[in-house]
């Protein structure tokens, strides 16, 4: 079955850290551009970050940049998102996706998505 699951939510303090994981089956991970996407309550799904299929390039939006990480781990077939110094607003769902058009800010996009994963939740609080 082609599917993708996520792991690795939860609470955190601002300021703290999270490591969030996606485990492809059914294809190979990299093969595609793998990557997440956030919704919080009340407002619309936001791209946050993507590794290339093509030459593991990465993209972060800028509300992440120099505080995410993506990481592929071709081993275990997963994709991983590393969370620090977390934000209030970081609070969300995080989902994990799949796509062939492309990783950046043009090109990681919702309509792209081919497969998505069910979500796992982040909340930052104090």
């Known amino acids: 079955q082609v599917q993708l699951v996520e792991s690795g939510g939860g609470s955190a303090q601002p300021g703290g850290s999270l490591t969030l994981s996606c485990a492809a089956s059914g294809f190979i991970s990299g093969f595609y551009d793998i990557g997440w996407f956030r919704q919080a309550p009340g407002k619309e799904r936001e791209a946050v970050s993507c590794?290339?299929?093509?030459?593991?390039?990465?993209y972060y939006a800028d509300s992440v940049n120099d505080r995410f990480t993506i990481s592929k781990d071709r081993e275990k077939n997963t994709v991983n998102l590393h969370l620090k110094k977390l934000k209030v607003e970081d609070t969300a769902i995080y989902y994990c996706?799949?796509?062939?058009?492309?990783?950046?800010?043009?090109?990681?996009?919702?309509?792209?998505?081919?497969?998505w994963g069910r979500g796992t939740p982040v909340t930052v609080s104090s």
């Open positions: 996706a799949r796509s062939t058009w492309g990783c950046d800010q043009y090109r990681w996009l919702s309509a792209h998505i081919d497969i």
């Open positions: 590794i290339s299929r093509i030459d593991d390039s990465t």
